[in-house]
């Protein structure tokens, strides 16, 4: 079965220190993988995708995340951490196979940056 | 441009009674998309529209739930005889198509009595 996994249910960290959100996923083939992000009071935000080619995708707001294939890995990532980027954040994968374009998504991390 | 909306932002029914949802997509989105969100965890997909077409109906969690799009437009999730385990945020989604990125409008909190 498709899945995946985001191991942490918080992160916290300090602001200016980098940050990892890790992600994880069982999937068959090659997806197409995405992060979201979710603040209080506020619908889901699209943050970046990897789709194909550079294994190093950047995004919006100074996010990054690396795609790992032998590791099935899309971590999330940001050299310095805001105050403002705290928030619940989502790692999902869709199947390039099928036709369907239906995402499926982690249970989300709360990223909680601290002054 | 304006975003995905929909209504009600929030609704509360009793047991048993129906529901309407609406989701309105971003103009030229081919693909639309319904998800749930329980307390606290991940999304949960139940329907993805193509044009006015449903090629993925998997998600449905049971025959009470139905949805349809007209237009290429508007859609509507519809629960009927609703049940406390069906309180959820409801969000609707739409792209370009199907390999694109999704964007989530505001959803719809709802709380069965």
């Known amino acids: 079965a498709q899945s995946v996994a985001q191991p942490e249910d918080q992160v916290n960290v300090a602001e200016g220190n980098p940050l990892t959100v890790k992600c994880t996923y069982s999937?068959?083939?090659?997806?197409?993988l995405f992060w979201y992000v979710q603040y209080p009071n506020r619908g889901l935000q699209f943050l970046l995708k990897y789709i194909t080619g550079d294994n190093l995708v950047k995004g919006s707001y100074g996010f990054e995340a690396e795609f790992n294939k032998s590791q099935t890995s899309f971590h999330l990532k940001k050299p310095s951490a805001l105050v403002s980027d705290s928030a619940l954040y989502f790692c999902?994968?869709?199947?390039?196979?099928?036709?369907?374009?239906?995402?499926?998504f982690g249970q989300g991390t709360t990223l909680q940056v601290k002054p | 441009g304006a975003g995905v909306s929909q209504s009600p932002s929030n609704k509360v029914t009793e047991k048993g009674k129906d529901v309407e949802l609406r989701c309105d997509p971003i103009s030229g989105h081919t693909a639309l998309y319904w998800y749930r969100q329980r307390l606290g965890q991940g999304l949960e997909f139940l329907i993805y529209f193509q044009g006015n077409s449903a090629p993925d109906k998997s998600g449905l969690p049971s025959d009470r739930f139905s949805a349809e799009r007209t237009g290429e437009s508007v859609s509507t999730l519809t629960i009927q005889r609703t049940q406390q385990e069906d309180s959820a945020v409801y969000l609707c989604a739409s792209s370009l198509d199907m390999s694109a990125e999704q964007y989530f409008g505001p959803g719809t909190r709802l709380t069965v009595t």
């Open positions: 999902a994968v869709r199947d390039r196979s099928g036709n369907t374009g239906k995402l499926i």
């Open positions: 999937v068959s083939g090659n997806p197409y």
